[in-house]
T-cell receptor, first 112, second 110 residues
Framework: DAGITQSPRHKVTETGTPVTLRCHQT?????MYWYRQDPGHGLRLIHY???????DKGEVSDGYSVSRSKTEDFLLTLESATSSQTSVYFC???????????FGSGTRLTVV | KNEVEQSPQNLTAQEGEFITINCSYS?????LHWLQQHPGGGIVSLFM???GKKKHGRLIATINIQEKHSSLHITASHPRDSAVYIC????????????FGEGTQLTVNP
């Protein structure tokens, strides 16, 4: 009954390999977000989507791309993973501006 | 300087104590959120407010728009309240995006 699920929950990958993280929602919310969480920083926005095929960059978008081909799925891709992208990644959804947010459980990514 | 500052960074309390966590921000906002992140990592939304005060159980959130300040209070604290509490603001000019504070780690000892 989570309404939002992230996969995988944990991943270890090698430097230089591509990685895709998936966020899936069953709430039919318009807005979807990808954040990363690192020690010493608050959650920082990577990319967000305001509708199917409508996406925009956040404050830490370098090295990341996203796609949203249908309402329920928002994919985050690291084209060539680097050690600086080791982090915990959170997806969030929101029905509209001014509404609350629901967060996924997070994906812990380690790049070795 | 972060746009959203929380204090304290770490807080240890004894069960039953009244707890206050503060959040100050430097930008114009349309809403402020308080979130809770448990040791397992999941993030839960506690409050969204744009004025005044909200209460849910033992949790109370207040905001003073003129002073750009919000507080989260926990009455009769309990060890299960141990978590990271995060303040986040929706800036007036940012559409739906949030800017987050670094969080306050709360530990409540029995």
């Amino acid at each position: 009954d989570a309404g939002i699920t992230q996969s995988p929950r944990h991943k270890v990958t090698e430097t230089g390999t591509p990685v895709t993280l998936r966020c899936h929602q069953t709430e039919n919310h318009r807005y979807m977000y990808w954040y990363r969480q690192d020690p010493g920083h608050g959650l920082r926005l990577i990319h967000y989507s305001y509708g199917v095929k409508d996406t925009d960059k956040g404050e830490v978008s370098d090295g990341y791309s996203v796609s949203r081909s249908k309402t329920e799925d928002f994919l985050l891709t690291l084209e060539s993973a680097t050690s600086s992208q080791t982090s915990v990644y959170f997806c969030a959804i929101s029905a509209a501006q001014g509404y609350g947010y629901t967060f996924g459980s997070g994906t812990r990514l380690t790049v070795v | 300087k972060n746009e959203v500052e929380q204090s304290p960074q770490n807080l240890t309390a004894q069960e039953g104590e009244f707890i206050t966590i503060n959040c100050s921000y430097s930008v114009g906002i349309s809403a402020l959120h308080w979130l809770q992140q448990h040791p397992g990592g999941g993030i839960v939304s506690l409050f969204m407010l744009s004025s005044g005060k909200k209460k849910h159980g033992r949790l109370i959130a207040t905001i003073n728009i003129q002073e750009k300040h919000s507080s989260l209070h926990i009455t009769a604290s309990h060890p299960r309240d141990s978590a990271v509490y995060i303040c986040a603001v929706k800036e007036e000019t940012s559409g739906s995006r949030l800017t987050f504070g670094e969080g306050t780690q709360l530990t409540v000892n029995p």
